[in-house]
């Protein structure tokens, strides 16, 4: 609203108007191609990414996703993690941080394989017209935390590795269960890694329930929005860090009417976002970023990410009306 | 009262020389004639009123008539089922009067002429008998309507409605009532609700909703381009007319507002204090306050009512365009916004009315509460007390349908219009 250059404000108007659900779809194909095919074309962003972008995807990948170095760097026998290594292990961390900085959670919405991956088979379902379900708010409650378990295990464990204290057949811990890594690799026609290893029981333990995991992955994510995210240890770790990020998301209280309709679309189903009016930094820990709920706010203003300090996308009137009588036309 | 032997027979006299009649013509000349510059466009709202509620034409409909009490009842739902809804809510004095005899005498005009007029034998406006009333259970007098209403030979559907809106609890279970309510339209029509038919009703509403906010966004000029007598008329008008032609109507009126604009015409002096309106909701012929104010020289730039703004304002998102969940969307855009003082928290109201004189401009705020009306009475105090934060000027009126105290009235409203000019003039 402040007196911009007319042609500033039409690219306003314009970025603010957009087609947003369609943009983000083809957003996030171009992402998911980068980094699950752009190995293909020699592409190497270094193993510090902070989204799934899975290290086990040997060919395809054009990066790696930060938990598998991290797991690996953390089961170094303990010597050597508390002397030099350690420093490896900092300088891994502060790279993963720069790259986390950049986007903040946006690299859940609109960038990690295996959050677009839970997108697909959501539109997949919605065209079944099949409905989605949700947690009553006393499960939220509860399951909001498994996160931070997931995240407290997979340093402990490796931990423990090093230390002498479990198996180094447990290593990497996490990744033995996360779905990635039987999901991700497959799209590059490996299939290798839905096996269970029976070289010892803990090993066999851990790929028995990867594949679990998998199973359960697919089936979550067709019912319900962004299944995963909800317990993913990645998240938690962002959130750890998400102060200093450069993308934000903010509210306006005081233009906010607790419609709810940005909590409606929202796929974590994250009350504040419509009912806080307090804080103006209103991204919480299930939060991917996704944008959405800016997408679907009917008053200007009150919802808007930010780049360092600039509104890059802000609801507003005019945006929102467009956006809906697609739908209500459309439809799909 | 026994006259046995000579009984005269009394002639059904026509509608239009009826006290009603009278009372609808009356306000309708005040709203057309005191004004000089009136939109050209308004004239299909004044011939609307005038052919419904001055010579008693009758109101067409499609399908079903399903009749409303409160805006909490989704039209859309009602539209989808290729049925009519049409809100019930009387401005009456007339059958303010008649509905007396229902309720105690200290209670809400709102609900006794609506009581009144269901009761009645020539219904005005004439739309027919419904074939469906829903209630929702808001306040205790419109809970206690039910079982009237049903006594007067309606069928009634009590719309559960929650009193407490922050809760999930209260989401969940008002969805629930959304989703009974949609299953009791289907008895009722014979009809199945498709996403295709849902989607259509919501089309209508939604476009209709855009044309109310681009109006709503009008009135934001200073100095005004439309007096808000009219924008109420308007916005009453919603309640039985043809929900296209209604708004093929108020998007003309913009249009006309557009080209005020670009001439810098003004509907009122620069000087005139801008006025939000908030409290019991102003409903034909009872336009007596919102005229009063425009008499006075003041204008109403906007209000927090739930014949105007709180009935149209708030837009419905959808995430999954499948029946389920457009239906649960409508639930919510029905529940969480609402800032009726049925409620038993008032913050969000409170944050609205803020909300609403910073971005029109207000000078200074009117609250009108019907005697009777309880909830508008114990809010009264919590919002005084906010806008004596914000150092909002803010007159507190208690009224009824009744003309008797309009005397009074134009005085204290003038005395407030003038300090509200004084203030202006001070911190110019
Ligand atoms: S298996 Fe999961 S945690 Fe491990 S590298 Fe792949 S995506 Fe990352
Ligand atoms: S939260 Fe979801 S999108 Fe983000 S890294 Fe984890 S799986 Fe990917
Ligand atoms: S959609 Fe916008 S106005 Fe509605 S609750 Fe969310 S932030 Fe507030
Ligand atoms: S709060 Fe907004 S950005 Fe975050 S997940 Fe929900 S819809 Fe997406
Ligand atoms: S004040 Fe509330 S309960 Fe009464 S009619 Fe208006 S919205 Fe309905």
């Not at chain 2, 005229?291 to 998102?317: P, Q």
């Amino acid at each position: 609203m402040k007196a911009s250059s007319p042609r500033l404000q039409a690219l306003r108007d314009a970025v603010n108007h957009v087609h947003f659900n369609r943009f983000r779809f083809w957003f996030q194909l171009a992402a998911f191609v980068l980094f699950v095919y752009g190995g293909y074309l020699a592409i190497d962003l270094g193993s510090r990414l902070p989204f799934f972008a899975c290290g086990y995807n040997q060919e395809g990948r054009a990066g790696v996703c930060y938990l598998l170095p991290l797991q690996h760097q953390l089961s170094l026998p303990w010597a050597r993690l508390f002397s030099y290594a350690g420093i490896a292990v900092l300088t891994g961390f502060l790279i993963f941080a720069l790259w986390f900085i950049f986007l903040n959670k946006g690299w859940c919405g609109f960038i990690c394989p295996l959050g677009t991956i839970q997108d697909w088979l959501t539109s997949l379902r919605r065209r079944l017209g099949i409905r989605y379900s949700t947690y009553s708010h006393g499960q939220f409650a509860q399951l909001t935390k498994v996160k931070y378990l997931l995240l407290a295990l997979m340093i402990l464990i490796p931990l423990g590795i090093g230390g002498g204290l479990f198996s180094h057949s447990m290593s990497p811990p996490f990744c033995l269960i996360c779905p990635a890594r039987m999901i991700l690799p497959m799209f590059t026609g490996d299939f290798s890694q839905f096996t269970i290893d029976f070289s010892s029981s803990a090993a066999m333990v851990m790929t028995a329930l990867g594949i679990s995991i998998t199973a359960l992955f697919l089936v979550g994510s067709f019912v319900k929005k962004r299944f995963f995210c909800f317990f993913c240890p990645m998240s938690a770790l962002h959130y750890l860090i998400s102060k200093p990020a450069l993308l934000k998301l903010k509210k306006d209280g005081s233009k906010c009417t607790r419609c709810g309709d940005c909590y409606n679309v929202c796929d974590m189903e994250i009350k504040e976002i419509a009912d806080d009016i307090k804080n103006t930094n209103i991204m919480t820990d299930d939060c991917t970023m996704c944008l959405k709920c800016v997408a679907s706010c009917p008053e200007t203003g009150a919802l808007k990410a930010t780049f360092a300090g600039i509104p890059i996308f802000e609801s507003t009137e005019a945006g929102f009306i467009k956006r809906m009588g697609k739908g209500v036309q459309h439809g799909k | 009262m026994e006259n046995d032997a000579k009984v005269i027979p009394i002639q059904a006299a026509p509608y239009n020389l009826s006290r009603q009649a009278g009372e609808a013509e009356n306000m309708l000349d005040h709203i057309v004639d005191d004004f000089p510059d009136n939109p050209q466009s308004m004239a299909y709202f004044y011939d609307l009123f005038r052919r419904v509620y001055c010579h008693g034409d009758e109101v067409k409909h499609e399908g079903m008539l399903v009749g409303t009490t409160c805006i909490q009842a989704p039209e859309e739902l009602i539209y989808a089922f290729g049925a009519t809804p049409m809100r019930l809510c009387n401005g009456s004095y007339h059958y303010d009067q008649k509905g007396a005899d229902f309720m105690p005498a200290k209670s809400c005009s709102l609900v006794k002429a609506t009581l009144g007029m269901l009761n009645s034998e020539t219904v005005i406006p004439k739309i027919g008998k419904p074939d469906l009333i829903v209630n929702p259970t808001t306040c205790d007098q419109k809970k206690k309507a039910s079982v009237m209403i049903e006594g007067m030979g309606h069928s009634v559907y009590e719309l559960e409605f929650p009193n407490v809106k922050e809760s999930e609890a209260s989401r969940v279970y008002w969805q629930r009532s959304v989703r009974q309510f949609a299953a009791r339209l289907r008895e009722l029509t014979g009809k199945k609700l498709t996403r295709k038919n849902l989607q259509a009703a919501m089309a209508k509403t939604s476009r209709a909703q855009a044309a109310f906010r681009k109006l709503h966004n009008f009135r934001r000029k200073s100095p005004s381009l439309i007096l808000g007598k009219d924008a109420f008329l308007v916005t009453n008008a919603y309640f039985f007319d043809d929900i296209e032609r209604w708004t093929d109507a108020v998007e003309k009126l913009n249009a006309e507002l557009e080209l005020r604009d670009e001439a810098g015409f003004k509907a009122v002096q620069s000087k005139a204090p801008r006025v939000l309106f908030t409290g019991s909701p102003p409903i034909f012929p009872n336009l007596k306050l919102p005229l009063l104010i425009e008499e006075a020289g003041g204008v109403v730039v906007t209000d927090e009512t739930c014949s105007a703004n709180r009935m149209l304002y708030d837009m419905t998102a959808v995430d999954e365009w499948l029946v389920n969940d457009m239906v649960d969307s409508l639930a919510d855009k029905y529940l969480k916004p609402c800032t009726c003082p049925i409620f038993t928290r008032n913050d969000d109201r409170r944050r609205r009315l803020l909300d609403l004189v910073r971005d029109f401009n207000a000078d200074g705020v009117v609250y009108q509460a019907f005697a009777g009306c309880q909830v508008y009475e114990m809010e009264y105090r919590s919002v005084a007390d906010e806008f004596n934060k914000a150092g909002i000027p803010m007159l507190y009126i208690e009224t009824d349908y009744s003309t008797d105290d309009k005397g009074q009235l134009s005085t204290r409203i003038e005395a407030f219009l003038e300090s509200l000019k004084n203030r202006k003039k001070h911190r110019a």
